[in-house]
């Protein structure tokens, strides 16, 4: 199985679903979409075959990168390519499988569902998993989720090093008008691969670190990782069992020849500072000069849309900032007039456990990249009337020492969880539809629903309590606390 030339990306097209190679998709205009029944199993094939186009075929300056948008490759150019590489992508190769190291020695073997994130952790089952996903798997889903383990999920805990980007980064990535443009907006020029690390050029004939492993206990500078060894690090000793010859993949469905079972071994090693990744935003803190950089991830139930102008916007002021994703800094030196349309996914966790995992879609309106500082004022409002409404609510709660006596019922999670749930459309409508020259009127629009949606939230979440003699004082001490804090949110001159 050979992910060069082997049919393993699964594409749905009028229903159907069908396995192509990498070869006919980018050298076809090929319509229809990833699918895969696990949202995150669909981003992490998308992932790879952004990091496999990357690594074939980086393009030289901004013109090449656009050439290779606007038409598919030529089949000579994608065979040229990929002669070297064969050794590369071979889940099966006998020295250098893709992303397995030979000879792992492990006591026993793990079941195969343990390289699927969130399936067989014990804990997590706060979103669904088909009955018996992960049990086996088809060489196309192995790969997937060897490389899904690699860069986006958890360590196997215990002594197993997690991705270079730390344990659940979240991942950006550039959609298109078609999965063949949506790889390519995803791939670095050279010119680009050389702002993002100043040593990309001594670095870039660099191998993956399963054909030439690290060795034990190293420290390795993140500076001496190259564009290709980063993008396909494995941070861990697996190998997979040999395939059985015939049976039924979990994952995607198909029949034929499944992987079922894996050995692993502890290995350690440590990689000195932050390795920039090209799907990665990058937030830091700047203490005595110096940068101390982290990729953001999903920590709190928060909605994506509170993360995104970290992901989307440059600031930094004298104690710290974020950056945008590399792909996206691309993007902004020729997408800047267009609308663009942003997938963010990845896990949220408690340190092996995976708790949630997302995948969502924002769209942002034309002059995204001019104007940083209205998306992150869309945010910053839509958060202030979450706020407004968690500070009532704590008001009612407790009360003032002394004065009013709280209602002694906090509601302010379940009120915020609600908020957030009943304002993500309002705010991927804000994203999607500003005009960011003038964006008062979207401002105007957005806030009075999000006013309108706090008042309401306030009356129903109050409503059971409003025949409690005892209660009263504090509920109307909560109810001024939101009209000032509502009042205070109005733009000045506004009626009321
Ligand atoms: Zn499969």
Avoid at 7 to 29: F, V
Avoid at 54 to 72: N, S, Y
Avoid at 127 to 138: D, I, K, R, S, V
Avoid at 142 to 162: D, Q, R, Y
Wanted: glycine share 8%; hydrophobic share 40%.
């Amino acid at each position: 199985m050979n992910l060069l030339t082997d049919a393993w990306i699964p594409i749905q097209q009028q229903g159907k679903i069908q396995k192509l190679t990498l070869q006919h998709l980018l050298c076809n205009e090929q319509t229809g979409e990833l699918c895969l029944p696990r949202d995150d199993m669909e981003l992490a094939c998308l992932q790879l075959l952004c990091a496999m186009t990357q690594v074939l075929f980086t393009p030289e300056d901004k013109k090449a990168l656009g050439q290779r948008i606007r038409q598919p490759l030529t089949e000579i150019g994608y065979q040229q390519a990929i002669e070297e590489k064969q050794g590369w992508f071979d889940l099966n190769h006998s020295e250098t499988p893709f992303m397995q190291i030979r000879g792992v020695k492990a006591t026993a073997a793990t079941e195969l569902d343990k390289l699927l994130a969130g399936v067989a952790d014990g804990t997590n089952k706060a979103f669904m998993n088909p009955f018996g996903l992960g049990e086996a798997l088809c060489g196309g889903c192995s790969a997937i989720a060897l490389f899904n383990v690699a860069n986006n999920a958890p360590s196997m805990g215990g002594g197993f090093k997690g991705s270079l980007r730390g344990s659940t980064p979240i991942t950006l990535i550039i959609k298109g008008k078609s999965l063949r443009q949506t790889i390519w907006l995803n791939v670095l020029s050279e010119k680009s691969a050389k702002s993002m690390m100043p040593w990309y050029q001594e670095t870039c004939s660099q191998v993956p670190n399963y054909l030439e492993p690290i060795s034990a206990g190293s420290k390795i500078p993140a500076s001496q990782i190259g564009l290709n060894r980063g993008l396909l690090w494995q941070p861990a000793h697996f190998e997979l069992l040999p395939p059985e010859k015939e049976g039924r993949c979990s994952c995607c469905g198909c029949s034929g020849e499944v992987y079922t079972g894996f050995n692993k071994a502890k290995f350690n090693y440590t990689v000195e500072g932050i390795w920039p990744h090209p799907l990665s935003a990058r937030v830091f803190k700047i203490k005595k000069g110096e940068k101390e950089e982290k990729f953001p991830s999903f920590t709190t139930t928060a909605p994506t849309w509170t993360h995104l102008a970290r992901l989307v916007v440059d600031q930094q002021n004298a104690k710290e900032g974020h950056q945008a994703a590399p792909v996206l800094q691309q993007a902004k030196t020729f997408m800047a007039s267009d609308k663009i349309q942003l997938i963010v996914g990845g896990y949220r966790n408690n340190q092996a456990t995976v708790l949630e995992r997302r995948h969502e879609l924002f769209s942002l309106a034309q002059g995204w990249a001019q104007h940083g500082v209205v998306i992150q004022q869309i945010i910053t409002d839509a958060l202030a009337y979450k706020t407004a409404l968690r500070k009532a609510f704590y008001l009612f709660a407790v009360g003032i020492k002394d004065k009013v006596h709280g209602a002694g019922v906090n509601l302010c999670d379940v009120v915020e969880s609600n908020y957030f749930q009943q304002s993500e459309n309002v705010l991927h409508t804000s994203l999607a539809s500003v005009n960011f020259s003038q964006p008062d009127h979207a401002l105007r629009q957005q806030n009075s629903q999000l006013k309108r949606l706090a008042m309401d939230l306030f009356e129903q979440f109050t409503e059971p309590y409003r025949q409690e003699p005892k209660m009263l004082k504090a509920l109307a001490l909560a109810r001024r606390s939101l009209h000032k804090s509502l009042k205070e949110l109005e733009p000045e001159g506004a009626e009321s």
